[in-house]
Protein backbone atom coordinates (compact mmCIF):
# COMPACT_ATOMS: atom_id res chain seq x y z
CA UNK A 1 0.00 0.00 0.00
CA UNK A 2 2.75 2.72 1.18
CA UNK A 3 4.45 1.74 -2.14
CA UNK A 4 1.49 2.22 -4.26
CA UNK A 5 0.95 5.65 -2.67
CA UNK A 6 4.42 6.55 -3.13
CA UNK A 7 4.31 5.86 -6.93
CA UNK A 8 0.85 7.86 -7.00
CA UNK A 9 2.45 10.99 -5.20
CA UNK A 10 5.30 10.87 -7.77
CA UNK A 11 3.33 10.94 -10.57
CA UNK A 12 1.21 13.50 -9.35
CA UNK A 13 4.53 15.46 -8.43
CA UNK A 14 5.29 15.31 -12.29
CA UNK A 15 2.14 15.91 -13.76
CA UNK A 16 1.95 19.32 -11.43
CA UNK A 17 5.78 20.12 -12.97
CA UNK A 18 4.64 19.55 -16.51
CA UNK A 19 1.25 21.75 -15.85
CA UNK A 20 3.25 24.39 -14.38
CA UNK A 21 6.15 24.75 -17.01
CA UNK A 22 2.71 24.45 -19.81
CA UNK A 23 1.51 27.74 -18.16
CA UNK A 24 4.88 29.18 -17.80
CA UNK A 25 4.91 28.93 -21.14
CA UNK A 26 1.99 30.21 -22.40
CA UNK A 27 1.72 33.44 -20.03
CA UNK A 28 5.12 34.19 -21.61
CA UNK A 29 3.14 33.77 -24.89
CA UNK A 30 0.51 36.03 -23.82
CA UNK A 31 2.54 38.80 -21.88
CA UNK A 32 4.96 38.90 -25.50
CA UNK A 33 2.09 39.10 -27.31
CA UNK A 34 -0.02 42.03 -25.41
CA UNK A 35 3.92 43.74 -24.85
CA UNK A 36 3.88 43.85 -29.42
CA UNK A 37 0.09 44.96 -29.62
CA UNK A 38 0.97 48.16 -27.38
CA UNK A 39 3.88 49.42 -29.04
CA UNK A 40 2.04 49.05 -32.04
CA UNK A 41 -0.47 51.19 -30.70
CA UNK A 42 2.04 53.52 -29.83
CA UNK A 43 3.44 53.87 -32.94
CA UNK A 44 0.35 54.03 -34.73
CA UNK A 45 -0.89 56.82 -32.80
CA UNK A 46 2.38 58.81 -33.07
CA UNK A 47 2.34 58.66 -36.59
CA UNK A 48 -1.07 59.71 -36.96
CA UNK A 49 -0.56 63.21 -34.85
CA UNK A 50 2.12 64.02 -36.65
CA UNK A 51 0.46 63.65 -40.36
CA UNK A 52 -2.92 65.15 -39.62
CA UNK A 53 -3.55 68.84 -39.71
CA UNK A 54 -3.44 70.51 -36.19
CA UNK A 55 -6.68 71.36 -34.54
CA UNK A 56 -5.21 74.14 -32.51
CA UNK A 57 -6.72 77.89 -32.57
CA UNK A 58 -6.81 79.68 -36.31
CA UNK A 59 -3.43 80.97 -37.58
CA UNK A 60 -3.45 84.14 -39.33
CA UNK A 61 -0.40 85.25 -41.18
CA UNK A 62 0.35 88.76 -42.57
CA UNK A 63 3.99 89.09 -44.51
CA UNK A 64 4.80 92.26 -45.87
CA UNK A 65 7.62 93.04 -48.27
CA UNK A 66 8.40 96.04 -49.70
CA UNK A 67 10.04 99.42 -47.85
CA UNK A 68 8.09 101.11 -45.13
CA UNK A 69 9.30 104.60 -45.28
CA UNK A 70 10.11 106.51 -41.57
CA UNK A 71 7.19 108.07 -40.38
CA UNK A 72 4.51 105.72 -42.48
CA UNK A 73 1.65 103.65 -41.84
CA UNK A 74 0.94 100.03 -43.80
CA UNK A 75 -2.76 99.07 -43.23
CA UNK A 76 -3.25 95.07 -43.68
CA UNK A 77 -6.74 93.37 -43.12
CA UNK A 78 -6.48 89.87 -41.81
CA UNK A 79 -8.97 87.03 -43.40
CA UNK A 80 -11.07 85.17 -41.21
CA UNK A 81 -10.68 81.54 -40.82
CA UNK A 82 -7.83 78.87 -39.95
CA UNK A 83 -4.60 79.23 -41.44
CA UNK A 84 -5.69 82.38 -43.47
CA UNK A 85 -2.34 83.88 -45.17
CA UNK A 86 -2.29 87.49 -46.76
CA UNK A 87 0.72 89.08 -48.42
CA UNK A 88 1.01 93.07 -48.67
CA UNK A 89 3.60 94.65 -50.70
CA UNK A 90 4.77 98.03 -51.21
CA UNK A 91 4.99 101.16 -48.99
CA UNK A 92 3.14 103.91 -47.78
CA UNK A 93 4.16 107.41 -46.89
CA UNK A 94 2.49 110.14 -44.74
CA UNK A 95 2.88 113.58 -46.39
CA UNK A 96 4.42 116.65 -44.43
CA UNK A 97 1.11 119.13 -44.44
CA UNK A 98 3.75 122.05 -43.43
CA UNK A 99 6.32 123.15 -45.49
CA UNK A 100 7.87 126.51 -43.90
CA UNK A 101 8.87 127.73 -40.47
CA UNK A 102 6.78 130.15 -38.65
CA UNK A 103 6.91 132.54 -35.35
CA UNK A 104 4.01 132.57 -32.87
CA UNK A 105 3.80 135.73 -29.98
CA UNK A 106 1.76 134.75 -27.26
CA UNK A 107 -0.14 137.51 -24.94
CA UNK A 108 -1.52 140.94 -25.07
CA UNK A 109 -4.37 141.79 -26.71
CA UNK A 110 -6.98 139.13 -27.89
CA UNK A 111 -5.51 135.93 -25.27
CA UNK A 112 -7.43 135.01 -22.63
CA UNK A 113 -6.19 132.29 -19.90
CA UNK A 114 -9.16 130.27 -18.35
CA UNK A 115 -6.70 128.48 -15.90
CA UNK A 116 -5.61 130.11 -12.92
CA UNK A 117 -3.19 129.72 -10.26
CA UNK A 118 -5.32 129.98 -7.09
CA UNK A 119 -7.10 126.98 -8.48
CA UNK A 120 -3.41 124.78 -7.68
CA UNK A 121 -3.43 123.99 -11.55
CA UNK A 122 -1.68 122.19 -13.41
CA UNK A 123 -2.33 123.61 -16.61
CA UNK A 124 -1.73 127.32 -17.98
CA UNK A 125 -3.09 128.01 -21.17
CA UNK A 126 -3.37 130.95 -23.64
CA UNK A 127 -5.99 130.99 -26.15
CA UNK A 128 -6.54 133.44 -29.25
CA UNK A 129 -9.53 132.59 -31.62
CA UNK A 130 -8.94 128.95 -32.83
CA UNK A 131 -4.80 128.85 -31.49
CA UNK A 132 -4.27 127.26 -28.38
CA UNK A 133 -1.34 127.19 -26.14
CA UNK A 134 -0.92 125.46 -22.87
CA UNK A 135 1.86 124.34 -20.78
CA UNK A 136 1.89 121.59 -18.15
CA UNK A 137 3.49 120.50 -15.26
CA UNK A 138 4.11 117.71 -13.29
CA UNK A 139 2.76 119.86 -9.56
CA UNK A 140 1.63 122.91 -9.25
CA UNK A 141 4.16 125.81 -10.76
CA UNK A 142 6.42 127.57 -8.54
CA UNK A 143 9.01 130.42 -9.17
CA UNK A 144 11.64 129.26 -11.34
CA UNK A 145 13.04 127.51 -14.12
CA UNK A 146 11.58 124.72 -16.07
CA UNK A 147 13.10 123.24 -19.29
CA UNK A 148 10.44 122.34 -22.18
CA UNK A 149 10.81 118.60 -21.93
CA UNK A 150 9.71 116.09 -25.38
CA UNK A 151 7.57 114.07 -23.61
CA UNK A 152 6.37 114.26 -20.18
CA UNK A 153 7.04 116.86 -17.58
CA UNK A 154 9.17 116.32 -14.19
CA UNK A 155 9.68 118.31 -11.09
CA UNK A 156 11.88 121.09 -13.00
CA UNK A 157 10.01 120.90 -16.63
CA UNK A 158 7.32 121.32 -18.34
CA UNK A 159 5.61 120.59 -21.91
CA UNK A 160 4.32 122.69 -24.43
CA UNK A 161 1.77 122.23 -27.11
CA UNK A 162 0.42 124.47 -29.86
CA UNK A 163 -2.72 124.09 -31.68
CA UNK A 164 -3.46 125.86 -34.92
CA UNK A 165 0.13 128.00 -34.93
CA UNK A 166 -0.17 130.79 -37.32
CA UNK A 167 0.68 130.37 -41.00
CA UNK A 168 0.37 126.72 -40.33
CA UNK A 169 -1.61 124.76 -42.13
CA UNK A 170 -4.88 124.33 -39.61
CA UNK A 171 -5.57 121.38 -37.01
CA UNK A 172 -1.77 120.23 -36.49
CA UNK A 173 -0.64 119.77 -33.05
CA UNK A 174 2.87 121.49 -32.10
CA UNK A 175 5.11 119.69 -29.22
CA UNK A 176 7.64 121.94 -27.28
CA UNK A 177 11.29 120.22 -27.94
CA UNK A 178 13.95 122.98 -26.54
CA UNK A 179 13.97 126.19 -24.62
CA UNK A 180 12.72 127.15 -21.20
CA UNK A 181 9.89 128.86 -19.23
CA UNK A 182 10.85 130.93 -16.74
CA UNK A 183 7.91 131.21 -14.12
CA UNK A 184 6.98 133.81 -11.19
CA UNK A 185 4.29 132.99 -8.62
CA UNK A 186 3.19 135.44 -6.35
CA UNK A 187 0.06 135.34 -3.48
CA UNK A 188 -2.88 136.20 -6.28
CA UNK A 189 -0.54 135.74 -9.88
CA UNK A 190 0.90 133.73 -11.84
CA UNK A 191 3.24 134.52 -14.71
CA UNK A 192 4.69 131.95 -17.48
CA UNK A 193 7.47 133.62 -19.87
CA UNK A 194 9.29 132.27 -22.43
CA UNK A 195 11.95 132.80 -25.96
CA UNK A 196 12.18 130.91 -28.74
CA UNK A 197 10.76 127.34 -27.71
CA UNK A 198 11.22 125.55 -30.40
CA UNK A 199 8.10 123.33 -31.53
CA UNK A 200 7.49 120.44 -34.11
CA UNK A 201 4.82 117.90 -35.47
CA UNK A 202 5.27 114.80 -33.74
CA UNK A 203 6.49 112.67 -36.70
CA UNK A 204 8.48 115.44 -38.41
CA UNK A 205 11.55 117.43 -37.24
CA UNK A 206 10.99 120.03 -39.83
CA UNK A 207 9.30 122.73 -40.31
CA UNK A 208 9.64 124.26 -36.60
CA UNK A 209 7.55 127.14 -34.68
CA UNK A 210 9.16 129.24 -32.95
CA UNK A 211 6.60 130.19 -29.89
CA UNK A 212 7.55 133.51 -27.22
CA UNK A 213 5.88 135.71 -25.29
CA UNK A 214 4.15 135.03 -21.49
CA UNK A 215 0.97 133.73 -20.33
CA UNK A 216 -0.14 135.07 -16.81
CA UNK A 217 -2.85 134.30 -14.31
CA UNK A 218 -4.33 136.72 -11.65
Given at each position: ??????????????????????????????????????????????????TEPSTSAPTNTIIII??????????????????????????ATITNPATQNSSLLV?????????????????????????????????????????????????????????????????????????????????????????????????????????SGNISCN
Amino acid sequence: MKSRSKSLLFLLYLVMRKLNSSLFFVSAIVILFFSFCDKKKTNTTTTTSSTEPSTSAPTNTIIIIGTVIPNSTVVAYEQNGPKNNMTVTGSATITNPATQNSSLLVGGAGWSNPSCASTNSLVLKAINGNIDVTINFLFPPTTGTYAIAPNNPGPQACTMTVLNAPNQPAGIMWYGKTGQVVVNVTATSINATFNGVLCTQQNFNFPTVGVSGNISCN
